[in-house]
T-cell receptor, first 116, second 113 residues
């Protein structure tokens, strides 16, 4: 299957700093990628849709100025958590699919963010 | 938008028993229904999916059934093994957002030896 790589897998940062998470499709092009957030023992909650070459589409209740998304190429989307606070600590995970109808979503390995 | 409900939230079975997890969805136009398995701290992995033009799909010990009229689909695992222990998520995409998955709340399956 297709490979989606996410980096870093773990990050600890201080309150007030920003953290960038990268999501790469290694062997296919992805015009659209998705960012999810997962709290412990909870489901994956869609945060936003990352669109190559255009602005991301955010789900209701997700602050776009807090979670900056950039999708500058067909293989890379980045999520930047700005001015991080402890409540932003979570597991962030991206997904991408090969283009063409309903196809399997491949997930990155996730990023465990801890804000101290 | 699409709403997906999943039951049960936890399921404990003995090795060799069968396990069934059920999901309902809200949008009758949805036409793709995947099931994911997620082990602790790992990424979700697709285990089986079904499209709306079929009612059942099977892959070895895993099967999925779909009832479009009732808007529900189920995951069936037979002859469960301890390595089946994980959290299982169903999902459905909104009709025009085919890659944009809305996940169920998850089922924690525990298979005891």
């Amino acid at each position: 299957g297709a490979v989606v790589s996410q980096h870093p897998s773990r990050v600890i940062c201080k309150s007030g700093t920003s953290v960038k998470i990268e999501c790469r499709s290694l062997d296919f092009q992805a015009t659209t990628m998705f960012w999810y957030r997962q709290f412990p023992k909870k489901s994956l909650m869609l945060m936003a849709t990352s669109n190559e070459g255009s602005k991301a589409t955010y789900e209701q209740g997700v602050e776009k100025d807090k979670f900056l998304i950039n999708h500058a190429s067909l293989t890379l989307s980045t999520l930047t958590v700005t001015s991080a606070h402890p409540e932003d600590s979570s597991f962030y995970i991206c997904s991408a699919s090969q283009t063409g109808g309903n196809t399997e979503a491949f997930f990155g390995q996730g990023t465990r963010l801890t804000v101290v | 938008g699409e709403n997906v409900e999943q039951h049960p939230s936890t399921l404990s079975v003995q090795e060799g028993d069968s396990a069934v997890i059920k999901c309902t969805y809200s949008d009758s136009a949805s036409n793709y229904f995947p099931w994911y398995k997620q082990e602790l701290g790992k990424r979700p992995q697709l285990i089986i999916d079904i499209r709306s033009n079929v009612g059942e799909k099977k892959d070895q010990r895993i099967a999925v059934t779909l009832n479009k009229t009732a808007k529900h689909f189920s995951l069936h695992i037979t002859e469960t093994q301890p390595e089946d222990s994980a959290v299982y998520f169903c999902a459905a995409p909104p009709p025009r957002g085919f890659q944009k998955l809305v996940f169920g709340t998850g089922t924690r399956l525990l298979v005891s030896p």
